[in-house]
């Protein structure tokens, strides 16, 4: 980037999330001057860090994937190096009809590269329908498809819904009937198209993860939790001269002349480049004056909405209970009605965590998926006694917590049905004609924390050459209070 072509722009992010502050970080490196708004008192979105018992913990997203580079790099470049932790154990285990059984190896988010691996979780009668993938017609996928409709039809219900269910719908808090294989799961999506049959398409995919898998872990996260990479890339934003303003919440963005209007409670900025890096329906009715058309397609994006059921308990009472010896946690087919969707045991799950309370076992549950939010509405209390309901029918846990925390993610993860990248491509073909003008974050381009971290990047790097081959007006009186 020509840092000479920057150094006297401003840019105003709009988001303090994981995304607008990669954003921030990437604008400052090329020398832009710039200003994150954030509605709310904090910055870093669904990645909050916060404590129970008087442990720090995660309250949020708790590891971010390491075979993909983008998130890794920025807690690197913002002085979190020593504090990157793989997890000590991944081995989780699957709830299924009543019982705990190891996570099946060989598949790809729920799709077997071989039936015979799901042996301990189906059926007979559903191993033998997985088997017939190779004796049937092939099926199209065309530009994209449902990555559960299309299993489903090549290996059985059941295999959608006692794994890829759990997994990927889990990911999304989603639907896998509904969720694009494109979007989703894109590599799958192209080795599926090269192969009549799935079970080969998947063993190709797996072929290629294990060469990555040899490089290192699959999932990284961070000593304290994954909430303290925000808090770092805010302070590197700040020590590089950009501005963070918390509780301002944006009511107005205009085009003009020179560039671009900001309004907020107490304050009028003035800007050559606007990322907006807000959920969807903030950013449609921001867009609303300026890109009629973008803003009708931002408001079609669903959201799903759960919570998360922190507690701790005292180490001893959880001695001898099998359930919880040397695993991860486990995720529930939401086929068998249970309450909860999963369960992390973040004392066995990550070593920072384990040391930060000797005597005390952290574990948490979620709660809340696409079309089954009522629950979220129950009092705290509700959602911390139907948690260990189920955890003691799964894994035998009768004691009672030291302490309890609930964080709901009201319409926290956007969906992904089939068509969503081409919505994404018309919204952004319609930016495309506004100068200066930018969108981000999880609604576009993956709900990772590494596909976050590189939607904002992409932001930064498209407002830079905008602003390069742009002519704004050289005396703008940039971010004054008005």
């Known amino acids: 980037m020509n840092t000479a072509d920057t150094r006297t722009r401003h840019v105003v992010v709009i988001g303090g999330g994981i995304s607008g502050l990669a954003a921030a970080h990437r604008l400052l490196e090329a020398g832009a001057w710039v200003t994150v708004l954030e509605a709310s008192g904090r910055v870093g979105g669904k990645l909050y860090a916060g404590e129970i018992a008087g442990m720090p913990v995660d309250l949020g997203a708790e590891s971010m994937l390491a075979r993909r580079p983008e998130a890794i790099d920025l807690a690197r470049a913002v002085g979190l190096d020593g504090r990157l ?9 699957l709830w299924n009809r009543g019982a705990l059984t190891p996570m099946p190896a060989g598949h790809v988010m729920g799709v077997p590269g071989d039936p015979q691996a799901l042996a301990s ?5 559903g191993l033998e329908r997985a088997g017939q993938d190779r004796v049937l017609e092939p099926t199209p996928v065309g530009d994209d498809v449902a990555i559960g409709a299309y299993v489903a039809e090549r290996l059985g219900r059941e295999v959608v819904d006692r794994l890829v269910e759990p997994l990927l719908g889990g990911v999304y808090a989603g639907d896998a009937y509904r969720i694009s294989m494109r979007a989703a799961t894109p590599r799958l999506f192209e080795a599926v198209k090269a192969h009549d049959s799935l079970l080969d398409g998947v063993r190709e995919v797996q072929e290629e993860a294990a060469a990555q898998q040899r490089t290192g872990p699959v999932f990284m996260g961070i000593e304290g939790g994954m909430g303290v990479l925000p808090g770092a890339v805010a302070d590197a934003v700040r ?5 963070i303003l918390l509780d301002a919440p944006v009511s107005e963005l205009t085009r003009t002349a020179e560039g671009w209007q900001v309004r907020t409670r107490d304050r009028v900025l003035t800007a050559d480049g606007v990322v907006l890096a807000t959920p969807a329906r903030p950013a449609s ?3 609303a004056a300026a890109s009629p058309a973008a803003s009708a397609e931002l408001s079609e994006v669903e959201y799903a909405s759960m919570a998360l059921v922190t507690m701790a308990f005292r180490r001893r009472d959880l001695e001898g209970l099998p359930g919880f010896s040397g695993r991860s946690g486990f995720l529930v087919p939401p086929v068998d009605g249970r309450t909860i969707k999963a369960s992390t045991f973040s004392t066995r799950k990550w070593a920072w965590n384990d040391a930060a309370a000797p005597d005390l076992f952290v574990l948490r549950t979620s709660i809340g998926r696409y079309g089954e939010e009522e629950r979220l509405h129950d009092d705290d209390a509700d ?7 189920d955890l003691g029918e799964a894994a035998g846990l009768a004691a009672k917590p030291v ?3 609930v964080t709901r993610w009201m319409g926290g993860l956007p969906q992904y049905p089939v068509g969503h990248l081409d919505r994404v491509a018309r919204v952004r073909e319609q930016l495309a004609e506004l100068p200066g003008l930018r969108v981000c974050g999880a609604a576009y381009d993956g709900v990772g924390i590494p596909a976050c971290v590189a939607s904002g990047r992409r932001a930064a790097d498209e407002i830079v050459e905008s602003l390069r081959t742009g002519t704004p007006a050289p005396g703008t009186n940039r971010g004054a209070g008005q």
């Open 85 to 93: 932790q793989a997890p000590v154990t991944t081995a989780a285990a």
């Open 239 to 243: 020590a590089r001269g950009g501005e």
């Open 403 to 405: 302490a309890t925390e």
């Open 383 to 389: 959602l911390v006694e139907v948690s260990l309901r």
């Open 285 to 287: 009715q921001l867009l």
């Open 121 to 125: 979780v189906l059926s007979p009668e």
